[in-house]
């Protein structure tokens, strides 16, 4: 089925007497003339002559809604110029496509594209007027579907002021790179390295430093203490083979060692007699018998 009528968006290209011709939106570029009234030329019959009139008041360049039919040709049966919300601003966007007096860029935004030309200087074309041509000359360092960023503002149609180039992201710089001296004056601070300063610092050991103390004993350094018996020390002296208390009463019957009986028992007992000594000794009478009776 063929669509005898429609309305789209997009961006004015081009423009004569009689027609307009509309890059849509999605990209499709289409010639639209102006609608028939009459019959024949012979018979007077011609364009619209209203909107004839509308098409000598557009602009080229701008964005545009359009209202079409067919009949035997596309027809506009209506068109607005679509002006921005504000006079300028900045805006990033994609570049779409590009001429050699304008370039196609669509918002990050909106997703729309809008078409942008070099604001005009010098008056008119025939005293020396024109494009600015330090942006054209900027127009060939970027590509389609490369990223742009631009100052505009609106003055019939949508005008470049100026590019902003791509902002590198931030990168951290060490406090002593980028440092230059001046000509001419002396710098008293060291000169700036060309490492890392702590690159430059004494060595990392290769092994653990405590490694390399002084090895540790093999075995247990208690184990090396020279022994000089095989036994308990205590066990060295000698002792008695039986309890010497034991042998007090047998003194006779078996000779004794100076040290394997009591000493007290090495004490001479009186000749002749083996009783207790003090049993030889006088008792003294009643002291009181002693005493003279008058």
Not at 214 to 222: G, S
Not at 264 to 285: T, Y
């Amino acid at each position: 089925m063929i669509k005898k009528a429609g309305n789209l968006k997009g961006i004015l290209n081009a423009k004569g007497d009689a027609w307009i011709e509309v890059k849509e939106d999605q990209g499709l570029l289409e010639r639209y003339l102006a609608p028939w009234q009459g019959g024949s030329p012979a018979r007077g019959g011609g364009f619209d002559l209203k909107t004839l009139g509308v098409f000598k008041e557009l602009v080229v360049g701008n964005r545009v809604r359009l209202d079409w039919f067919w009949d035997g040709h596309l027809r506009v049966r209506a068109i607005k110029i679509i002006n921005p919300f504000k006079r300028n601003g900045v805006m990033n966007g994609i570049l779409v496509q590009k001429g050699d007096r304008w370039i196609d860029v669509e918002s990050e935004d909106s997703f729309l594209p809008w078409r942008f030309y070099p604001k005009w200087v010098g008056g008119m074309p025939e005293s020396g007027g024109g494009y600015n041509p330090t942006t054209l000359a900027f127009f060939d360092k970027f590509d389609v579907n490369e990223p742009v960023r631009i100052v505009w503002s609106y003055d019939h149609r949508p005008r470049i002021e100026r590019f902003i180039e791509q902002e590198i992201e931030d990168v951290f710089v060490p406090f002593y790179e980028g440092k230059t001296i001046p000509v001419g004056v002396i710098n008293s601070q060291s000169v700036r390295p060309s490492v890392n300063p702590f690159d430059q610092a004494f060595p990392a050991p290769q092994a653990n430093p405590f490694d390399q103390a002084v090895p540790a004993p093999q075995a247990n350094p208690f184990d090396q203490v020279p022994n000089s018996s095989p036994f308990n020390p205590f066990d060295s002296p000698s002792l008695p083979s039986s309890n010497p208390f034991d042998e007090t009463g047998n003194s006779k019957q078996q000779p004794k060692s100076p040290l394997s009986n009591n000493p007290f028992d090495n004490v001479p007992a009186p000749a002749g007699k083996e009783s207790n000594p003090f049993e030889n000794v006088p008792l003294p009478g009643n002291p009181f018998d002693a005493l003279p009776k008058n």
